[in-house]
């Protein structure tokens, strides 16, 4: 009897609270896509039509224009699985377990570059396609003597570099 009672759950229509349910947080997921640069987009790999479709919403200045293209941004978004799109929309975000690993990554490794001068050696080991040259020149800035505003620019500027510099998915070891 259990089985009929999972087959009639089945086929009774889903109500049109819930259909409206899941296109407003299809067009929320659409809105979050719009904020992105266009070569976040581009390595989101997402569909032809739904890319082209949020290409156009950045470019229209209207609001009602905006409005019906998120709404249709989120129709085109029903026929395919979105799951791919929200991992790596957390993932961009920072939101993500492996994006908040690399993020501390990042920070431990500034400092340990900022404090030991073999460090640069050691991240060159760990990740050996990291860009040499930018990497050596924003440490010599970072630790270059400046007023406070300078110094914590530089710094900024390190970290960025370096989280540019580890890759996702990464299989290397934190440094101590």
């Given at each position: 009897?259990?089985?009929?009672?999972?087959?009639?759950?089945?086929?009774q229509?889903?109500?049109?609270s819930?259909?409206?349910?899941?296109?407003?947080?299809?067009?929320?997921l659409?809105?979050?896509?719009t904020?992105?640069?266009?070569a976040?987009?581009?390595?989101?790999?997402?569909p032809?039509r739904?890319?082209?479709?949020?290409?156009d919403?950045?470019?229209?200045?209207?609001?009602?224009?905006?409005?019906?293209?998120?709404?249709f941004?989120?129709r085109?978004?029903?026929?395919?699985d979105v799951?791919?799109?929200e991992?790596?929309?957390?993932?961009?975000?920072g939101?993500?377990?492996?994006?908040?690993y690399?993020?501390?990554?990042?920070?431990?490794?500034?400092?340990?570059l900022?404090?030991d001068?073999?460090?640069?050696?050691?991240f060159?080991?760990?990740?050996?396609?990291?860009d040499?040259?930018?990497l050596?020149?924003a440490?010599?800035?970072?630790?270059?003597?400046a007023a406070e505003?300078?110094?914590?620019?530089?710094?900024?500027?390190?970290?960025?570099?370096?989280r540019?510099?580890?890759?996702?998915h990464?299989?290397?070891?934190?440094?101590d």
């Amino acid at each position: 009897m259990r089985e009929d009672q999972a087959e009639q759950l089945e086929e009774q229509p889903v109500s049109k609270s819930a259909r409206k349910r899941q296109a407003l947080r299809l067009q929320d997921l659409g809105r979050a896509l719009t904020g992105l640069r266009r070569a976040q987009l581009e390595a989101l790999d997402l569909p032809d039509r739904l890319a082209q479709a949020i290409f156009d919403y950045q470019r229209f200045a209207s609001h009602e224009a905006r409005r019906r293209q998120l709404q249709f941004i989120g129709r085109l978004m029903r026929d395919f699985d979105v799951a791919p799109i929200e991992a790596a929309l957390a993932d961009l975000r920072g939101e993500s377990a492996d994006a908040r690993y690399r993020l501390h990554q990042a920070e431990q490794w500034r400092e340990r570059l900022l404090d030991d001068p073999d460090a640069l050696t050691e991240f060159f080991d760990t990740f050996p396609d990291a860009d040499r040259q930018a990497l050596r020149q924003a440490v010599a800035r970072a630790r270059k003597p400046a007023a406070e505003p300078l110094q914590k620019a530089a710094a900024r500027a390190l970290y960025r570099l370096i989280r540019e510099q580890i890759p996702e998915h990464d299989d290397h070891q934190e440094p101590d």
